[in-house]
């Protein structure tokens, strides 16, 4: 079998292994890969940005949204508010058990005439003579505070045998006095007692 002619190749061509090509051929595929190219980046440069692609499972890639979606025309769903239940006050103390304290009768006054004369005998039985004198002596000694100290230097013991009170402020008293020379001797009469002092005597030697 016989090959078929080969084309000479010549100044205008150039030989590319058995293909025979114009010299003019690759200069032209420049040209268009340049101009090509050109018009690639101009047509990225210039296209809109379609933003973030979807994400896996054809959802939009991105942060998550910070709240709950809502559209236009809907109001966006608001949390009940919480409601303050009152206290209920504290039940009322039971009653108590106790009744009040019954008032008890009040203890017999100091300036009672009975018991004015009887203090002033324990203070002269004690020898308290300052005391006694407060109280009445001071009233019914008619002479100063040193005589009538001096009156009772001859008692050795000193006793009220009784104490009556009278109407007016007055009672009635029997007095027994041991004498330092061992004899008794017997007073009665009466004392007038005013504002918690006795004010007057009458007492005599039986």
């Known amino acids: 079998m016989s090959s078929p002619p080969s084309r000479s190749t010549g100044p205008d061509y150039v030989r590319v292994g058995s293909t025979v090509f114009p010299r003019w051929l690759p200069w032209l595929v420049a040209v268009l ?84 004369v009887e203090e002033y005998y324990r203070d002269l039985a004690n020898r308290d003579f300052a005391a006694a004198w407060e109280l009445g002596g001071k009233y019914i000694a008619h002479t100063t505070y040193g005589n009538w100290v001096s009156g009772y230097d001859a008692t050795a013991a000193l006793s009220l045998a009784s104490a009556g009170t009278e109407g007016g402020g007055r009672v009635r008293v029997l007095i027994r006095a041991v004498q330092t020379d061992g004899t008794l001797k017997t007073y009665q ?11 007057g005597a009458r007492v005599t030697e039986q």
């Not at 018009?39 to 939009?60: W, Y």
């Not at 009469?189 to 004010?199: A, D, F, M, P």
Request: glycine content about 14%; proline content about 29%; overall charge negative.
């Open 33 to 116: 890969l340049v101009a090509g190219g050109g018009s690639t980046a101009v047509l990225l440069a210039t296209a809109p940005d379609p933003g973030p692609g979807p994400g896996p499972g054809g959802q939009a890639a991105g942060p998550p949204p910070d709240g709950p979606s809502w559209s236009p025309g809907t109001e966006p769903a608001v949390p009940p508010t919480a409601t303050a239940t009152p206290t209920p006050p504290p039940p009322a103390p039971p009653p108590s058990t106790h009744p009040a304290p019954v008032p008890t009768p009040a203890p017999p006054a100091a300036d009672d005439p009975a018991e004015v």
């Open 189 to 199: 009469g009466t004392y007038t007692v005013s504002g918690g002092v006795i004010v």
